[in-house]
């Protein structure tokens, strides 16, 4: 058979050698149709009632005897029946999992109320400069009556409220201890907006089924100093490892990634070296990867295997080979539990398991087939694996490799080789970080050819080796060579363009696209593996164009699309014309983090907005100023309107700042937008009481209109039903400071007359809002009333005959945003 008739025959089935070799490919295909059962388990907005279940499986199994038997001119159909039967396994099997998690569910009247436990720290505590975060296996629920979840996550803050005594020190607490606790708790909970995470969807993925903070009490003491269980013994040895090399390597600055290498602690890296190795695509080496743990493995193996060869007296009793692989093997293990065996390292060992299996058997296993099996397991035991990024850049990234080397005709030498899987994963994998992240870094190339061999084989061996405590001086060596890689990837990052931006992509354009990518890369000859002489490859190039030329859709002419994002206890709305976009407000800070960084830049990236023509900052309070900084720092800002003093930071992070006045106004394509508040002369007297002196704009469109107050007050509503009342009436309201009972007079609601209402509120947030009494005031005037923490981001557009109302909440609804 010549060259290019393999390639052909291979095109039309990748597995065609495959099967030659083994009649295992049916299997392997009904092993994807499970896996596939349980990913559209994942995208269900209810759990399906296993009573179907029970229902289907006995008349599945009777058409599946039935097809059985017919003639051959049948197998196909045989076959395709057989397929959909492994897709509805693999759907309830993952809902008969589902519906056993969901159960273990925190009672609603049990939220915000305090509740004494009894537990043990299940996981390696996480500390920030405000509290020590851990998981908490509940053993006993002490307060009568109370129900609380088996496995909770946990806050206990180095100080409490300004009604609470303050704490310098942080409550010291170790894995495996036994503690009693009073605490808070809540059902997890996540600010949910277009192009945002989904922390619900981790909690469930985790075991999360509820969370909360310590509270201050007398009888919060701790009952053991060890649980004897194995798995506390695993999260006990990651502790004592980081606080040896935290010691070591005190005033080192990338202490955090060598403890991120050694036991999978990504919180201890720095913010500003996360930014570093996102902006150069190195940021898959600061976990423990598949690359690290099978490179260790690998190691284990060439030495037990030298080692093992030395005496014949062993090799007589077991093959030097074999012992090798189990060695091999088992030190993947202990890493990949060091490392928290996350997808990532799950999938790593499972397939270096399976191979070891086969090579101790003396059999072959084709490396697509390692790849599904474990995939299958890996899905098996958990169906929520498939909601995590990891998962499928994992094992998206083992299934290129598979296509480009060994499903190769010919040999390459070591350097194409390299250069090859290089270029296909940073190609490959593109589709999936725009979908995901919509940013790629054009870089990463070259940046990992530098990173890859200065991480995997100096840091990472030098790193391991100082696991056991008579080598800790390796710490040092280690890192000083890491300092010099971080110098260079540090250079690398500050090139200008260094990273690619865009709007998030349809789902269906990625899948056109990973499907083009296949066929540039389908095996050929022994050059890169581009343009290789494969028939009509450049249909592969074709088929990524979409990516990038099918755009999101935008407002047209005398259009207003509005966005209220759910940034918990505050605000921030995002409003577009059809050239043109505003920010008003930017929501809270949560720590080391803000709403700027977590929600509104994928909102803005996601929907290919790249400037801001205005950002409006109302006032100074942190729930609608916090996230603005972060939002300067990424995206250009034409021109900023607040009440802001000169002296604010955000002022003097610009130079194109003024204040807000009542009076001012200008037109976008159609639409009219007007300052109401405050006055000029005001914004001196009113300094020092910031929520007086919001920034009020009025934004009015042909087809409604809508009025953003922010946190004014009594006086200032009644100011401007004084100055302004006819500029009021608005088609909808953001409730003034989120529903406080200090704002929305009866006689200000009944002059906006506002058709519908949304309050910007945190979940079972500790102010109280909204207000009852002021929901029944909006209620009274026939107002529709929508909330975040309800609805998650609310989508307005003013357009055609009216206004269409959405709720983010609702059209991404899933069984686990269960309220």
Known sequence: MSLFSKR???????????????????????????????????????????????????????????TYYFSAVLSIVRRIFVVCFFIGLGFFWAAILAHWRM???????????????????????????????????????????????????????????????????????????????????????????????????????????????????ENNVRLDEWVNHPSYLIEYARQQIRTRFTHVLADHSYAGIQIALAVGDQQAIPREQWQIFTRTGTNHLMSISGLHVTMVSGMVFGFVYWLWRRSSRLTF?????????????????????????AVPTRRTFLMLAIMAIALWSDRRVPMPAVLIWALLIVVLFDPWAVMSPGFWLSFGALALITLVIFGRIGRMNAINSWIRVQWVITLGLGPLLLLMFQQVSLIAPLANAIAIPLVSLAVVPLTLLAI?????????????????????????????????????????????????????????????????GFPACWLGV???????????????????????LDVGQGLAVVARTEHHTLLYDAGPSFGETDSGE????????????????????????????????????AIPVKSLLSSLTPDHPIQQAVSNGRPCSAGESWQWDGVHFEVLHPLTYSHDRLKRKTNEASCVLKITTRHGSVLLPADI????????????????AATVLIAPHHGSKTSSTEAFIRQVNPRLTIFTVGYRNRFGHPSEQVVARYRDVGSQLMYSDRDGAVLLQFKGEGMTVSSWREITRRYWHDR
């Open 8 to 66: 052909v025959l291979i095109a039309i089935n990748p597995y065609l050698f495959i099967r030659q070799s083994s009649q295992k490919l049916p299997i392997l295909i009904y092993n994807l149709a499970f896996v596939a059962g349980s990913c559209l388990l994942q995208l269900q907005a209810e759990l399906p009632d296993m009573r179907w279940a029970i229902i289907l499986l006995p008349i599945a199994l009777a058409l599946g005897s039935c």
């Open 103 to 217: 159960a273990d569910v925190l009672p609603h009247e049990w939220e915000s109320r305090d509740i004494e436990l009894i537990g043990v720290i299940a996981e390696l505590p996480q500390m920030n400069d405000r509290a020590v975060r851990f998981h908490f296996d509940v053993e006993q629920v002490v307060t009568a009556e109370a129900v609380v979840p088996a496995s909770i996550l946990l806050r206990w803050y180095k100080m409490r409220g300004k009604h609470e005594e303050i704490s310098d020190a942080f409550p010291q607490v170790n894995v495996g201890e036994r503690w009693q606790l009073t605490v808070r708790l809540k059902r997890p909970y996540s600010n949910v907006n277009p192009h945002g995470s989904d922390f619900e969807a981790k909690a469930m993925e985790r075991n999360i089924r509820a969370m909360g903070y310590v509270r201050l009490s």
């Open 317 to 341: 009793l077991l093959p030097a080979r074999k012992m090798a692989i189990a060695a091999g093997v088992l030190v993947a293990l202990g890493y990949a539990l060091l490392a928290g065996f």
């Open 468 to 532: 056991l405590p008579l080598f800790d001086f390796l710490l040092l060596p280690a890192h000083e060579i890491l300092s010099g890689g971080m110098v260079l990837l540090a250079w690398l990052s500050e090139t200008p363009q260094v990273v690619w931006q865009q709007h998030a992509p349809p789902v269906w354009t990625v899948v056109v696209g990973i499907a083009g990518i296949a066929w540039l890369f389908l095996p050929g000859g022994s050059n890169l593996g581009i343009f290789s």
């Open 542 to 564: 074709v088929a990524l164009l979409p990516l990038f030329v099918v755009v999101p859709p935008k407002p047209a002419a005398g259009e207003l699309w509005l966005t209220v």
């Open 598 to 633: 977590r929600i509104i830049m994928p909102f803005l990236r996601g929907e290919g907005i790249k400037q801001l023509d205005l950002m409006m900052i109302s006032h100074a309070d942190l729930d609608h100023s916090g996230g603005a900084l972060s939002v300067l720092a």
């Open 713 to 728: 007050e009594k006086d200032s509503e009644q100011a401007l039903l004084v100055r302004a009342s006819r500029q009021l």
